[in-house]
């Protein structure tokens, strides 16, 4: 997680979205850590943190969710979810972002979803105008 963050702050100051499979859980010292720099886009929705975001395993009561989807504090989450679907071991996790408008009379110019899928790899991640 350091090396990332060393990385990002390398390449510039913009919005970043962060998604993966962390193999960690909420509260663990990597979530506290991204936390310092990046908000989680599930934050919002606290009934998800127990509701896994793989299949639940066999005897055991709860299933803390272990993929995320961190982003830039500027951007607002619309939207977050896990996608409860079999499409793989892990699933799906959708988030609508948008940036803020700087005038609160105007419109948000732009939005940004990412969507986290069983391959662990964002699939869309557009501005829209």
Do not use: C
Request: avoid cysteine; aromatic fraction near 14%.
């Amino acid at each position: 997680m350091r090396e990332l963050q060393a990385w990002l702050s390398r390449l510039s100051d913009r919005n970043w979205i962060i998604a993966g499979d962390f193999n960690t859980f909420p509260f663990s010292k990597v979530d506290r850590y991204l936390s310092r720099q990046f908000d989680d886009a599930l934050s919002q929705y606290p009934w998800g943190y127990l509701t896994g975001t793989y299949w639940a395993l066999p005897g055991v009561p709860v299933n803390p969710r272990i993929d995320f989807i961190y982003h830039s504090p500027e951007l607002r989450v619309a939207e977050a979810q896990v996608i409860q679907r079999k499409v793989s071991d892990h699933f799906p996790i959708l988030a609508i972002f948008s940036l803020p408008a700087r005038d609160r009379d105007q419109p948000t110019p732009y939005t940004v979803k990412a969507a986290l899928s069983a391959s662990d790899t964002v699939h869309e991640s557009r501005l829209q105008p």
